[in-house]
Nanobody
Framework: QVQLQESGGGSVQSGGSLKLSCAAS???????????MGWFSQAPGKERERVAT???????WYADSVKGRFTISRDNIKNMLYLQMISLNNEDTAMYYC????????????WGQGTQVSVSS
């Protein structure tokens, strides 16, 4: 069983920055090395959307709406996933979730509880 815990959300003004973190844990010997990790967002009344993913090979993927503004990264030693967000705008307001699975695919097996990001004008 894998546990994911997000942190770093908050309220910022448009144009501001935030860095989200996701701490992954599991049974003895657990590691995120080689696994796909991703960030997803869900705004009120909308479906969950994939924001960014980073494969076990460290290949990255970004949604068009965040390219050039968000950077996903991972620390396989610390079992941490990060999302650096800059130039935030109102449309970035959402609950952000991290997820993990063996492969980068539409559905992920493990999910965190989410951290709220609110951007105001």
């Amino acid at each position: 069983q894998v546990q994911l815990q997000e942190s770093g959300g908050g309220s910022v003004q448009s144009g501001g920055s935030l860095k989200l973190s996701c701490a992954a844990s599991g049974a003895s010997g657990f590691t995120i090395r080689g696994y796909c990790m991703g960030w997803f967002s869900q705004a009120p009344g909308k479906e969950r959307e994939r924001v960014a993913t980073i494969a076990g090979t460290s290949n990255t993927w970004y949604a068009d709406s965040v390219k050039g503004r968000f950077t996903i990264s991972r620390d396989n030693i610390k079992n941490m996933l990060y999302l650096q967000m800059i130039s935030l705008n109102n449309e970035d307001t959402a609950m952000y979730y991290c997820a993990e699975d063996r492969w980068c695919q539409p559905e992920y097996k493990y999910w965190g509880q989410g951290t709220q990001v609110s951007v105001s004008s």
